[in-house]
């Protein structure tokens, strides 16, 4: 688990990209998934939701969540950016472009 220092840090990077960042959509034909991609120089924000109640497949190419991504929150433990989402999980990953 993170220092409370360390992820008001990585907090930072989620007002910037959220704000000034360039939005990409993915997955827009999953009706059970809601994944987004914010880009803002060589900062890569994925952002990851499944709607059901069933697990479901990430079907994102490898690259969506940019270089060495580290997870900033999610309300499961964390197994990767490109883990299955389990029923209702959503994860926010920070990675480089």
């Known amino acids: 688990m993170d220092d409370l220092s360390g992820v008001i840090g990585r907090l930072g990077y989620l007002g910037l990209l959220g704000v000034d960042g360039r939005f990409e959509p993915l997955l827009e034909d999953d ?13 890569v924000l994925l952002v990851v939701a499944n709607w059901s109640a069933r ?3 990430l079907e994102l190419d490898p690259s969506a969540a940019g270089s060495d991504p580290v997870r900033l929150i999610g309300n499961h433990p964390d197994e990767g950016a490109s883990a299955p989402l389990r029923p209702w999980e959503a994860r926010v990953h920070l ?3």
């Open 31 to 43: 009706p059970a998934v809601y994944a987004y991609r914010r880009v803002l120089d060589d900062r």
């Open 55 to 57: 697990t479901v497949p």
């Open 95 to 97: 990675g480089g472009h």
